[in-house]
């Protein structure tokens, strides 16, 4: 199973980007990045996921490295209510669907 | 639209009752995930099921432990009989087929074994 390494914490003040690194040095080629995300006391939330190109939804943007090697998740204007741990996951594909195996993701914490 | 629907919120029971945990996955999604969190470990993937029939229960810790789902709408986790160290926020997730599909979780159980 591929390794992600973020870091442990980050903050960021309301209004900017946030911008959080995955290093995920051993993808294979077939691999998908997923990101999710955990608000306290709630589950785990789809953020977005991509393979090798740059992905954008309402929430966020992936930038995925050329190599595939590491990506960066972008929340272009953070608010208050993006303070959770974020996950950086590659998934392992099983039979009809994949397995999420989650690190300890990092803690961002957006300040007023 | 509603999500996963997990029951209970909580629970709070002595060892060596049985627990039962209960999942309502999305309408229409084929694939059935439970997983627990705990400080120590995080989050772990314990069993998967897909259109009704288990997957992969490599997670399960041990015969404790148990997991049903008889039909599409409707799924349980059992331990029986619990212990202190089952104390964890225990999550379902569903996804629809495919492996490009993402999973979407409920908001959990908080059990506490005492």
């Known amino acids: 199973d591929a390794k992600t390494t973020q870091p442990t914490s980050m903050d960021c003040a309301e209004g900017r980007a946030a911008n959080l690194p995955c290093n995920h040095s051993t993808i294979s080629g077939n691999e998908y990045v997923y990101w999710y995300r955990q608000i306290h006391s709630q589950g785990p939330q789809y953020i977005i996921h991509g393979l090798k190109n740059n992905e954008t939804n309402e929430m966020a943007s992936l930038i995925i490295t050329e190599d595939r090697k590491s990506s960066t998740l972008i929340l272009p204007h953070a608010t208050l209510r993006d303070t959770a741990v974020y996950y950086c996951i590659v998934r392992v594909v099983m039979d009809s669907s994949y397995k999420l195996i989650f690190g300890s993701g990092t803690r961002l914490l957006v300040r007023p | 639209d509603a999500g996963v629907i997990q029951s209970p919120r909580h629970e709070v029971t002595e060892m060596g009752q049985e627990v039962t945990l209960r999942c309502k996955p999305i309408?229409?999604?084929?694939?059935l995930f439970w997983y627990r969190q705990t400080m120590m470990r995080g989050l772990e993937l314990l069993i998967y099921?897909?259109?009704?029939?288990?997957?992969?229960d490599s997670g399960m810790p041990e015969d404790r432990f148990s997991a049903k789902m008889p039909n599409a709408s409707f799924s349980t986790l059992k331990i029986q009989p619990s212990e202190p160290r089952d104390s964890a926020v225990y999550f379902c997730a569903s996804s629809p087929d495919g492996h490009n599909q993402p999973q979407h979780f409920g908001d959990g159980t908080r059990l506490s074994i005492l």
């Open positions: 099921f897909n259109n009704n029939v288990p997957i992969d």
């Open positions: 309408s229409g999604h084929n694939s």
